[in-house]
């Protein structure tokens, strides 16, 4: 079965510039989270979907960061203007949902604004 | 928002020596998970648990949930280097649906 996908890996950018990442979850996985880790911290939840419904975003910059999960399986998650703090791994997590909340990570995405 | 403690924040031990990793808040949950992370990747589970005063066993890893399901902790018996890594536990709420994380116990087990 394969894993969460997310692209890029890595990626670079000046600040005030916008960046995209790119999320696949596992198939079947109703649940979708993105989370924001700052080196040498926990996961903090930006976003979750239950399948193309945001369940919880109450965490997430809405005057800089969007989220979206069309048709209920790929997602992305958008900056725009970046600021230096915006520098962090962005994780992409899934589950089976419906009360299934065991999460299954993808690599993530290392963000680094200068 | 529900907070999750966990203690210690950094961990060095020696091969051989066993430890404890504590998991608390003061909210209520209906289950909780731990993960181990390692550099560069992302968390992945160990154990779910569930019943309050629950108790799993994985190999040298004793997972325990708490009475009253608002703490948790992780017991590992002679560590090894493997065992090395960021250990999150992560609280699911009452209505089942937020999965919080606390801080991470970064572990170094020394050969």
């Known amino acids: 079965e394969a894993g969460v996908a997310q692209s890029p890996r890595y990626k670079i950018i000046e600040k005030r510039q916008s960046v995209a990442f790119w999320c696949n979850p596992i198939?079947?996985?109703?649940?979708l989270y993105w989370y924001q880790q700052i080196l040498g911290q926990g996961p903090k939840l930006l976003i979750q979907?239950?399948?193309?419904?945001?369940?919880?975003d109450s965490q997430l910059p809405k005057d800089r960061f969007s989220a979206e999960r069309l048709k209920g399986v790929d997602s992305t998650l958008k900056i725009q203007p970046a600021k230096l703090e915006d520098s962090a791994v962005y994780l992409c997590?899934?589950?089976?949902?419906?009360?299934?909340?065991?999460?299954?990570f993808g690599q993530g995405t290392r963000l680094t604004v200068v | 928002t529900q907070l999750l403690e966990q203690s210690p924040q950094f961990l060095s031990i020696q091969e051989g020596e066993n430890l404890t990793v504590y998991c608390n808040s003061s909210?209520?949950?209906?289950?909780l998970q731990w993960y181990r992370q390692e550099p560069g990747e992302g968390p992945v589970l160990l154990v779910t648990?569930?019943?309050?005063?629950e108790v799993k066993k994985l190999k040298r890893l004793t997972f325990q949930f708490g009475d009253a399901r608002k703490d948790s902790s992780l017991h590992i018996t002679a560590a090894q280097p493997g065992d090395t890594g960021l250990y999150l536990c992560?609280?699911?709420?009452?209505?089942?649906?937020?999965?919080?994380f606390g801080e991470g116990t970064q572990l170094t087990v020394n050969p």
């Open positions: 997590a899934s589950s089976l949902g419906w009360k299934r909340t065991e999460a299954f």
């Open positions: 198939s079947g996985h109703a649940t």
């Open positions: 979907f239950q399948n193309n419904g945001v369940v919880d």
């Open positions: 909210s209520v949950f209906s289950s």
């Open positions: 648990v569930v019943t309050g005063g």
């Open positions: 992560a609280g699911v709420g009452a209505s089942g649906s937020r999965l919080t």
